[in-house]
């Protein structure tokens, strides 16, 4: 059975960093693009950060570009993301999602979520 | 940046009625990257539907999803009691975006 578990999300103020996990099992992590969305109080999700199989293409959304880093350890099935200079827009819900092989763009698993509330 | 916009907000019906949700893009979508999503507090989403309209593994025939360019249709042709939930579209033609949703409650 496919299962992505996020962790991590905790309060955070303003300026401050916080680094998310989600560790994976049921396939072949390796073999697949993997990707963090994010989904704030009240609005539609919001895609925010690629990584490829190898990790060595990422993409970030025009938002967290340059404040965000999204890395991979495939011999420990895990997916991270390096959150810095959070600010108050920044609260949301954060999901890892599997890349969808025959649709790529698409998710075709998800993990729960790990909620990251940032406030003063 | 291809904006998705969903509608109606919220959908109100009872058991085994029919669902018709919208999802109409600021652009062309083009090669059909159009995905539904089932999203139910506290759970994972769920992968329903890709390249506008094939369903994805696991996903009741009742699901189906039709469109192309700008206007794309999600119908659930007989609710059940599990399919209260968000549904939201996604184009991955452009980046990635999605619609901020319709909500589909019991009636």
């Known amino acids: 059975e496919v299962q992505l578990v996020e962790s991590g999300g905790h309060l955070v103020q303003p300026g401050g960093s916080l680094r998310l996990s989600c560790v994976v099992s049921?396939?072949?992590?390796?073999?697949?693009?993997m990707n963090w969305v994010r989904q704030a109080p009240g609005k539609g999700p919001e895609w925010i950060s690629y990584i490829s199989r190898g990790g060595e293409t990422t993409y970030y959304a025009e938002k967290v570009e340059g404040r965000f880093i999204i890395s991979r350890d495939n011999a420990k099935n895990l997916l991270f993301l390096q959150m810095n200079s959070l600010r108050v827009d920044d609260t949301a819900v954060y999901y890892c999602?599997?890349?969808?092989?025959?649709?790529?763009?698409?998710?075709?698993?998800w993990g729960q979520g790990t909620l990251v509330p940032v406030t003063a | 940046e291809i904006v998705l916009t969903q509608s109606p907000g919220t959908l109100s019906l009872s058991p085994g009625e029919r669902a018709t949700l919208s999802c109409r893009a600021s652009q062309s979508v083009g090669g059909s990257s159009l995905a539904w999503y089932q999203l139910k507090p506290g759970q994972a989403p769920r992968l329903l539907i890709y390249g506008a309209s094939s369903r994805a593994s696991g996903i009741p025939d009742r699901f189906s999803g039709t469109g192309s360019g700008t206007d794309f249709t999600l119908t659930i042709s007989r609710l059940e009691p599990e399919d209260f939930a968000v549904y939201h579209c996604q184009q991955y033609d452009s980046s990635r975006t999605f619609g901020q949703g319709t909500k589909v409650e019991i009636k």
């Open positions: 049921g396939f072949t992590f390796s073999s697949y693009n």
């Open positions: 999602a599997r890349d969808f092989y025959q649709s790529v763009g698409s998710f075709d698993y």
